[in-house]
């Protein structure tokens, strides 16, 4: 088969895959490049045309930022609370319930049938029902009230918890989508622009070159970066020349704190850096201006600062 003519593909969409953060940055140039020549016969109606797809992206990416957030959030909710169910919850109960009702005797095998395993191990799912279960045994022992009370108590916490995620996971699908389509949207709309500005000017099309972010559509570094990292190590993810007005966005997947900084050489501890924190579950824009005395480092680096959990990140340089 014959590979579709270059000509025909987009660039607009190709430098801008799996980086939301990149198409906002080309599409806020071109807009701004094309706002300064509104008043111009050619340009005027393009930024009139273009202008609200760009709107339309950058609320979109707003949103979707901010569900991710929620996202995150309500995961790591319900990851704490299936953590505290198999540790020190189904410890407690099940002391309480020996102290009425003895190991090995007919009701302590009613209650607790397979002894801690269905709350510890099983999906989520099955957790929150082995709670479900152990809230209806308990009903109506007067002995073990009490434990009742605080089984109901955090079975409401559980259910409520992993509604929110349910939830939010169908509302960051929702807001993927629509990003998605104001990207193609926006993107479909520059290469119209730059459809326009070849027949205005087809004798010499780079005339036109001023406004697109022409550095960035067509760099070949990669955008994003994804990664592990192990209690209390660092590690370098990029080496880039930073300007000082770049920004990255740092997505803190796992339920520690993690730690990004700038370095002056290849995989040196964060010691004598600025290191900038980013919590458990949240999306945070950093500006290298932030990195205080060491905007001119060329090697981004994380750290995870737990010392007990494994860290998961994603770093969008866009």
């Given at each position: 088969m014959l590979k579709v003519w270059s000509y025909f593909d987009n660039p607009f969409l190709n430098c801008t895959k799996k980086s939301f953060k990149k198409a906002i940055k080309i599409s806020t140039y071109t807009d701004s490049q094309l706002y300064s020549r509104r008043l111009d016969a050619f340009y005027g109606p393009l930024y009139t045309a273009y202008h609200p797809l760009h709107l339309l992206l950058v609320a979109a990416y707003n949103t979707w930022k901010a569900q991710n957030n929620v996202q995150?959030?309500?995961t790591f909710t319900i990851t704490q609370l299936i953590k505290q169910l198999s540790?020190?919850?189904i410890e407690a109960w099940s002391l309480q319930i020996q102290g009425v009702y003895p190991k090995k005797t007919a009701p302590y095998i009613v209650l607790l049938a397979h002894g801690h395993k269905p709350y510890q191990k099983g999906t989520r799912l099955e957790r929150i029902g082995a709670v479900a279960?152990?809230?209806e045994n308990l009903t109506g022992i007067a002995a073990l009230a009490a434990t009742e009370a605080d089984v109901?108590?955090?079975?409401a916490l559980l259910e409520t918890a992993n509604s929110a995620q349910s939830g939010n996971k169908g509302n960051k699908i929702t807001n993927s989508s629509t990003i998605s389509t104001a990207l193609l949207n926006a993107m479909n709309g520059m290469y119209s622009i730059l459809g326009s500005c070849i027949t205005q000017y087809n004798a010499n099309p780079t005339l036109s070159s001023a406004i697109f972010d022409m550095a960035t559509i067509r760099s070949q570094q990669q955008s994003v970066y994804t990664g592990a990292i192990k209690p209390l190590l660092d590690a370098t993810v990029a080496e880039r020349t930073f300007l000082p007005t770049d920004s990255i966005d740092f997505t803190n997947h796992g339920t520690g704190p993690l730690g990004l900084y700038l370095a002056a050489q290849n995989n040196q501890a964060p010691t004598i850096y600025t290191v900038i924190e980013i919590a458990a579950g949240i999306i945070m824009t950093i500006d290298i201006s932030m990195f205080t005395g060491n905007t001119g480092n060329n090697f981004l680096s994380v750290v995870n600062l737990s010392a007990t959990l494994v860290?998961?990140?994603?770093?969008d340089l866009g």
């Open positions: 995150i959030s309500s540790s020190t919850k279960q152990l809230k109901t108590a955090f079975l860290g998961h990140y994603e770093i």
